[in-house]
């Protein structure tokens, strides 16, 4: 199956920096790659849509300012988490999808962010 | 609503069948999805159905489909201790953009002992 790579699988920070999570296709093109949460325990929550070349489209109550997606490449889409705060601390999923039609998501190894 | 319902947890001893169900909200969804996660690692999709088929096999899994009541299950035979993990059920729904997005359920924790 189609390979996608998160960077870093694991960072912890000080409140109020900036962190860059790297979510990569390796061995195909996603035109389209899907940021997740997920908070201990519970099930996957959809932040935005990444879209190569376009601005991302974010969930209801999903702060776009706070959460800043960026899909340069067909391989590459980045989450920065600015002005991070505990609360923001979580595990963050990419995927990508081979087609719009599919809902066959390749998945990352996730990212843990802690804020301290 | 965007709720997808499954129950928490279950245990089941190795070798025994293990059956995780699953409640979703839009019958129009035309793919429903069983995805497996293990501790502190990504998702990894086990097996989907399409929403004109009731049934579908694929080696120890069998996904089951009542769409008149919106209920997905998921049965693995002769459960090994691998199988611990969460497993989440997903439909599919129109996104914001024309991009279809998957809505995961709240998750079952499954624990399988020797």
């Known amino acids: 199956g189609a390979v996608v790579s998160q960077h870093p699988s694991w960072v912890i920070c000080k409140s109020g920096t900036s962190v860059k999570i790297e979510c990569r296709s390796l061995?195909?093109?996603?035109?389209?790659m899907f940021w997740y949460r997920q908070f201990p325990k519970q099930s996957l929550m959809l932040m935005a849509t990444?879209?190569?070349?376009?601005?991302?489209?974010?969930e209801q109550g999903v702060e776009k300012d706070k959460f800043l997606i960026n899909h340069a490449s067909l391989t590459l889409s980045t989450l920065t988490v600015t002005s991070a705060h505990p609360e923001d601390s979580s595990f963050y999923i990419c995927s990508a999808s081979l087609g719009i039609n599919t809902g066959e998501l390749f998945f990352g190894e996730g990212s843990r962010l802690t804020v301290l | 609503g965007e709720d997808v319902e499954q129950s928490l947890f279950l245990s089941v001893r190795e070798g025994d069948s293990s059956v995780i169900n699953c409640t979703y909200t839009d019958s129009s969804s035309t793919y429903l999805y069983w995805y497996k996660q293990e501790p502190g690692a990504g998702l990894q999709l086990l097996t989907y159905?399409?929403?004109?088929?009731d049934m579908k096999q694929d080696q120890r899994l069998t996904v089951l489909l009542n769409k008149k009541d919106k209920h997905l299950s998921l049965r693995i035979a002769d459960t090994q201790t691998g199988d611990s993990a969460i497993y989440f059920c997903?439909?599919?729904?129109?996104?914001?953009?024309?991009?279809?997005?998957?809505?995961f359920g709240t998750g079952t924790r499954l624990l399988v002992s020797p």
């Open positions: 997903a439909e599919i729904l129109p996104g914001n953009t024309g991009f279809q997005k998957l809505v």
């Open positions: 159905i399409f929403s004109n088929m």
């Open positions: 061995d195909f093109q996603a035109t389209t």
């Open positions: 990444s879209n190569e070349g376009s601005k991302a489209t974010y």
